[in-house]
């Protein structure tokens, strides 16, 4: 595929549940040739969003767009956008290849486009095994394929990596990178930051439903601050070291994380005459910034 993807816009979106505002006046971009992370805690409004974008949920405000339009305005919107945004919306009886036979004709592609895209994401050897006996890797699998059936030049997953083994979360890294080298725009959410984080290019964090950062993961890397972990037969000092420069300290493996650069640290150990047996850069840590930008606590 040569065709660059299209850009997806949200702006000023709303939605109200009654009296719950599940998604509060968002705004953010998304572009081609890149993987963007749609990020947030559970309930922070991702599949809300999600589904307004194609069209699935009426907005109480604002408006999404897929290129120049809504999605539901492309002739094909199928062709234009594959998305998947549940692992559990199959027929239990059907076959896997039979589930993606039935969808084949509203895409407008054949059936041997539907046999190798189902050898295409693993399960060949699956496909005429019935989807109600599948693991819940596998259905992920089946509903990339299904994603898939149009080629679309834009591809929109919620929450892919569910279920999947170590094996097939590293084979879904490399096609969500492929496909954005190919020029294709890419969205995929997560609550997880580590899970995505080796796999995007930029960020959109969400929390309670509004938007609490947007930039690329370089950006959102220069706003951690880097740890240190600090081995000491004399641990107390190092705390009433940390207290004086007003770093935060917390627990180690049998030392100390030190909220500040190594070399600082080390310094000011030497000038202070405290012994030190570990001195070891963990360098930035992302899932504190994720955490302390929605809020949320590390577990």
Not at 77 to 103: C, D, I, K, M, N
Not at 136 to 160: F, H, K, S
Not at 189 to 206: F, G, P, R, Y
């Amino acid at each position: 595929m040569t065709q660059p993807g299209p850009a997806l816009a949200v702006e000023g979106l709303a939605k109200s549940f009654g009296p719950v505002r599940a998604v509060d006046d968002l705004t953010f971009a998304v572009r081609p040739g890149a993987v963007t992370g749609f990020l947030g805690p559970n309930g922070a409004g991702k599949t809300t969003t999600l589904r307004m974008l194609l069209g699935l949920t009426r907005p109480t405000a604002g408006r999404t767009l897929v290129g120049d339009r809504p999605y539901g305005e492309h002739a094909l919107p199928a062709r234009v956008v594959g998305a998947a945004l549940e692992a559990s919306s199959f027929h239990p009886g059907r076959t896997g290849l039979a589930h993606l036979e039935v969808f084949a004709p509203q895409v407008g592609v054949s059936r041997r486009r539907c046999r190798d895209l189902i050898d295409f994401v693993g399960l060949g050897g699956a496909a005429h095994r019935r989807v109600g006996g599948y693991s819940t890797g596998m259905r992920q699998r089946l509903a990339l394929a299904t994603a898939l059936l149009g080629d679309p030049p834009a591809i929109v997953l919620d929450e892919p990596a569910n279920g999947l083994d170590p094996e097939g979360i590293v084979w879904l890294r490399r096609l969500l990178r492929a496909f954005a080298d190919e020029g294709r725009t890419v969205l995929v959410s997560s609550h997880v930051l580590a899970e995505v984080q080796h796999t995007v290019d930029d960020v959109v964090i969400i929390a309670a439903g509004r938007l609490v950062h947007a930039s690329s993961l370089a950006d959102l890397a220069g706003l951690a601050a880097p740890e240190t972990y600090v081995e000491s037969p004399d641990l107390p000092a190092v705390e009433r070291l940390c207290a004086e420069h007003a770093w935060d300290v917390r627990p180690g493996e049998r030392g100390l994380l030190v909220l500040a650069p190594s070399a600082e640290v080390g310094a000011a150990a030497y000038r202070s005459g405290v012994e030190l047996h570990q001195l070891a850069s963990r360098g930035a840590d992302l899932e504190d910034v994720f955490l302390r930008l929605t809020g949320g606590v590390r577990s």
